[in-house]
């Protein structure tokens, strides 16, 4: 029966897409309001939806610090880490735990599965670690949570004062910023706490017969709270609660800390005098054996920032507000509200006269760039699809398709609105990702109702027609579509929780853009589009003489593939270069002539530099080589500010000064990020005294620092050392690596072991907790407790120390007096051996197991993989086993395990995609043999896919994969309209190779407008972003050849195998 005389009134000749879209054509005032209703609620999204930069991922990490003065890292580690780790172990979904014991500083990260409740756990921690048995003198442990890409901005308050008086005004500042609505934190980097320093004179603390620890109780007695029990009164139970605090420095030298003659003292005046001593007791105050100084916890510290005023660089102190945005703000509003604050405190010198703002960094710049550009790009793949569709249809059929994409757009809108969702920027790149998809149902739609008017059919009439011969190949094709993008979802970690946004967008946006296709372009084509001018009669001629007049290629087409579906060898030859070509372009990852790269670098706003010093540096040296770095950077085109931030690693026993280099919008400068850093490593070269590592920015999740970086493991430290040492050796000796810290060579510090001789206490009667606590009362500064002066409410720190001539050198150890039981006093170095040793300054482990962290920075252009592949080999089973070590004692978490997981990730996606498409298929063609026909598209994707990438200088990136992933579902659908249309013929002329001309002829302009408008969508965004352009290449090359793939190569395989299973058939008999 000829395809124009089927009768399409009847309910038993259409499909169920046809019916639906039958309703929306009868009931036009339901579909108009739809589509008013899509255009409010869109309108009223894009107005009110919150907009932030890259989405905030919350990493399930809790950090447990505690500080413990005085302590070595072997102290530390068996004191304090040991016991919360232990404490930790036992909470539920704990993924891993890792420690850093260093002097003073105990650091324990505890990482949970991805998906629990992150403050239910952090609770968890807080209680068990409540209940760990830490030494008196540690301080209470601190439990952080990670947040990464919250920050909105970072402000620099600058002038000429010392860190404390800076932090004072930091301060200040913060409590006008902590007013803003949408601020959830704010934290101050840099500045030190003003306090006061009780310094103690041992020889008066002697004379008078006074003990340190009568200093520390008589203070405690003077700064007390503590509940008093409960009182009735008149029938109402009341708390008691009993308080004396200091409040004024003043007060503090007056405190009585004991009786001038104390035991001591008294034993060693003997007789007489003793009890006349004793008979006349004179009270002793704290300021006659101590001197009281107002000062700042830490004078050593780095902390300034520069930047360029009147063509000048200027440099100065600072101190910096991180303010971090709640989640439901917007970050360019948000930005808007601080830079006005910060105005208006400048002009009105709120703070103070000579104090600058400085805003070095802010989130809302990036946002307002990154959406523009997507914007820019977007509108340019809006043209190009416009443009295409001109060209392939008419211009009233042009317009109605181009009107689905912004429908589209509100529609994702609209959803995202009332789901939660922000418009950040990655749902922007999805959004114009979708530009060239949406169309295609449309273009389907709207090509077979033109079809259909020029068979001479009516409006509506064509309308119903069109989709009862393509709806149910549509459905399949935006169902298998969806589903590609369905497993991206549960990708899980920290690299889906960044990329959801994408599954989440194309998802809605496809959906959107088939129901749109089915509801209202129906009615709206039955209206609007008319038949092609050239449509005289109805009838098969008509279609002959329209396309073959206006569309040559088409009949050469048809003619070649005439040619081709002829003889078994010419579908031979077209499958065997198929395969050929896919073969070469699978060679050029397998053979490492495309980069890879989780998320590559790009040029951003600024760029970040680590200072390590060698341990033990004193603070002289570390400022003249900041100093040095200050220079140069000043000396450099392009810097617009910078600043030093993370002092406290200094403090915490780190060695480590970080800086940020600001460089300001790169679209207004010619010089790029990658050109500053190139600039500043050369610079950097002259600075002697510390290791300078200068990072790109990438636009991805947080990653390591080096590309190579990978632990030894096990329990002998030795063994570690000297395994850790021989890695690193190796690396230095290769030409690619330009860094390396090999985790012990200047790792190690010296520390002095004083051990109690168990003998020689018992001889003297000394007892050891005695012992230790003189030592580190003499030696270590402690803080006592905290005043608050009535004038300025600030809590200020009490510590306790001696004068430095009393711990000036060795000898004042060994000769610190240490009481014995009868009141006399015994120098500590007949009770112990004192000696002076190396050891590790930090105790690193990994669940219970103590490691050295190897850690190298490549040269520009190095391949990580290749690197790790030459320290695998170096570090075989039996060279470690050489080392003490065992087999596996190695594990890698630099760079090339990223791109592992990441790859790992991509192939359980890309397989579950091509499942689920297949079972889609066979559920539509009820074949099992047809399917595999069509998922052939996939292959032929790939033969495109790698030379794009090559040629066009991109690297084989985390999305770049995505690319591939998203291909499965983007080419199969041309094939799927293409076999569904072959079949239909095949069913009515019972001719199978012209059914397949055919169905390639009338969908040749489809296959090739939706081919078209997808690579025109993304083409703007893959040619001018770093960071999309993998994945733009990747999906641009793929359906390039796939497109061919499917007018060619799939009518051939599937030509081929239908003649040899015919063939078959017949030789078997049946």
């Not at 636009?699 to 850790?724: M, R, T, V, W, Y």
């Amino acid at each position: 029966m000829s395809d124009s005389t089927e009768n399409y009134s009847n309910d038993q000749n259409i499909g169920l897409v046809a019916r639906w879209s039958r309703l929306f054509i009868k009931n036009s005032k339901i579909t108009s309001l739809i589509v008013i209703a899509i255009l409010l609620g869109g309108l009223f999204s894009v107005l009110t939806i919150n907009r932030e930069g890259f989405t905030e991922v919350n990493i399930p990490i809790t950090i447990i610090n505690t500080q413990i003065p005085g302590a070595t890292s072997s102290d530390v580690e068996k004191k304090v880490t040991l016991e919360i780790e232990e404490a930790v172990s036992g909470i539920d979904k704990v993924e891993s735990v890792e420690s850093v014991s260093s002097n003073s500083f105990s650091s324990v990260v505890v990482e949970f599965d991805f998906n629990v409740d992150l403050d239910k756990k952090v609770q968890e921690v807080k209680s068990a670690i409540s209940s760990a048995e830490l030494p008196e003198q540690a301080e209470s442990p601190k439990v952080n949570q990670i947040a990464a890409g919250s920050t909105s901005m970072l402000i620099n308050v600058i002038g000429d004062y010392k860190p404390a008086k800076l932090k004072e005004l930091a301060e200040e500042t913060e409590k006008h910023v902590r007013d803003i609505d949408g601020v959830s934190e704010i934290n101050i980097h840099g500045g030190s706490a003003r306090d006061v320093k009780i310094i103690v004179d041992l020889d008066k603390l002697n004379k008078k017969g006074i003990l340190f620890s009568d200093i520390k109780e008589a203070i405690a007695a003077k700064n007390i709270s503590m509940p008093g029990g409960t009182l009735n009164s008149e029938g109402q139970e009341l708390g008691i609660e009993v308080s004396h605090e200091l409040n004024d420095i003043d007060e503090i030298k007056d405190i009585i800390v004991g009786q001038e003659g104390g035991q001591s003292n008294l034993q060693s005046l003997g007789g007489a005098a003793a009890l006349a001593q004793a008979a006349k007791p004179k009270s002793v105050k704290l300021g006659d054996v101590a001197k009281i100084e107002k000062g700042q916890e830490d004078e050593e510290l780095i902390q300034r920032s520069g930047y360029v005023q009147g063509g000048k660089s200027i440099s100065d102190g600072s101190v910096t507000i991180e303010v971090r945005k709640k989640s439901t703000a917007d970050t360019t509003v948000l930005s808007d509200k601080l830079r006005d604050l910060l105005v208006e405190l400048d002009e009105k010198d709120t703070i103070a006269d000579d104090v600058r703002f400085e805003v070095v960094f802010d989130g809302a710049d990036m946002v307002n760039r990154e959406l523009e550009d997507l914007g820019q790009s977007g509108w340019q793949g809006l043209l190009v699809i416009l443009l295409t569709l001109m060209i392939f249809i008419s211009w009233r059929a042009s317009l109605l398709i181009s009107f689905v994409i912004p429908l589209v757009l509100l529609s994702v809108l609209l959803v995202f609105k009332l789901i939660g969702f922000t418009l950040n920027i990655i749902t922007v790149f999805a959004l114009i990702l979708t530009f060239g998809i949406v169309v295609d149902n449309a273009i389907v739609v709207v090509e077979s109702i033109q079809h259909h008017l020029n068979l001479g059919r009516k409006r509506f009439e064509a309308s119903i027609a069109a989709l009862s011969e393509v709806g149910t190949a549509l459905f399949t094709a935006t169902l298998t579509t969806i589903i590609v993008f369905v497993p991206m979802i549960f990708i899980g970690g920290v690299m889906g929780e960044f990329i959801k946004y994408i599954p989440y967008t194309v998802i809605t946006a496809i959906a959107s853009s088939f129901f749109i296709a089915v509801t209202i372009i129906p009615l709206v084509a039955g209206r609007f589009v008319r038949a092609s001018a050239s449509a005289k009669v109805k009838g098969d001629r008509v279609l002959k003489e329209h396309e073959i007049k206006h569309w040559k290629i088409i009949d050469t087409y048809g003619n070649f593939m005439k040619k081709v579906l002829s003889k078994n060898s010419w579908m031979l030859i077209i499958i065997f270069v198929a395969v050929v070509l896919l073969g070469f372009s699978l060679s050029i990852p397998i053979t490492g002539k495309i980069k890879s790269s989780t998320f590559p670098p790009q040029d951003s706003e600024y760029i970040t530099a680590s200072i390590d010093f060698p341990r033990g540096t004193p603070f002289a040296k570390r400022d003249k080589i900041t100093r040095d770095v200050e220079e140069h950077i000043k000396a450099t085109d392009g810097f617009m500010n910078y600043s030093f931030f993370n002092p406290n690693s200094l403090m915490m026993g780190g060695r480590n000064q970080s800086l940020y280099i600001g460089l300001g919008d790169p679209r207004n400068r010619i010089i790029t990020s990658f050109d500053v850093a190139d600039n500043l490593r050369e610079k950097f070269k002259d600075v002697e005294g510390a290791d300078i590592r200068i990072k790109q920015q990438s636009a991805g999740p947080p990653e390591s620092d080096f590309p190579i970086l990978f632990q030894i493991n096990g329990d002998n430290l030795k063994d570690l050392k000297s395994a850790a040492k021989e890695a690193g050796d190796y690396l230095k000796e290769l030409d690619d690596v330009r860094l390396v810290n090999d985790g012990v060579e200047g790792e190690t510090e010296p520390q002095i072991k004083v051990e109690l001789d168990k003998k020689k206490m018992k001889d003297e009667n000394v007892v050891p907790v005695v012992a230790a606590a003189v030592v580190r009362n003499i030696f270590a500064m402690e803080s006592v407790a905290k005043i608050r002066p009535e004038d300025t409410g600030e809590t200020i720190n009490l510590n306790l120390l001696t004068e430095k001539k009393f711990r000036d050198s060795n000898k004042d150890l060994e000769k610190t007096k240490v009481p014995k039981a009868d009141g006399s006093t015994i120098e500590l170095k007949k009770i112990a051996k004192i000696t002076e040793v190396n050891e590790l300054a930090s105790i690193n482990k990994y669940d219970g197991k103590r490691y050295i962290k190897v850690q190298a920075e490549l040269k520009e252009g190095t391949e990580a993989a290749s690197v790790e592949k030459k320290i695998n080999n170096f570090l075989s089973a039996d060279k470690l086993e050489d080392l003490g070590l065992e087999k596996d004692a190695v594990s890698y978490r630099g760079e090339v395990m990223a791109n592992s997981e990441a790859l790992d990730k991509i192939f359980i996606m890309l397989l579950l995609a091509m499942i689920f498409v297949y079972i889609i298929l066979v559920a539509q063609f009820n074949s099992f043999f047809q399917p595999l026909i069509i998922v052939m598209a996939v292959p032929l994707a790939l033969v495109g896919v790698f030379p794009a990438l090559l040629i066009t200088g991109n690297v084989m990136s985390f999305l770049a994969n995505v690319g591939v992933v998203a291909l499965v579902g983007i080419v199969v659908n041309d094939a799927i309209v293409f076999i569904d249309y072959a079949n239909r013929l095949y069913r009515r002329d019972n001719d199978f190779v012209q059914a397949l001309i055919t169905a390639g002829q009338v969908r040749f302009k489809p296959i090739l407008s939706t081919s078209i408008t997808t690579i025109g969508g993304v083409l703007p965004l893959a040619l001018v972003s770093d960071f999309w352009g993998p994945i733009g290449m990747a999906i641009i090359g793929g359906l390039a050849f796939s497109t061919i793939g499917t007018l060619v190569v799939i009518p051939a395989a599937y030509t081929f195998l239908h003649n040899a299973s015919g063939s078959i058939s017949k030789a078997l008999g049946r």
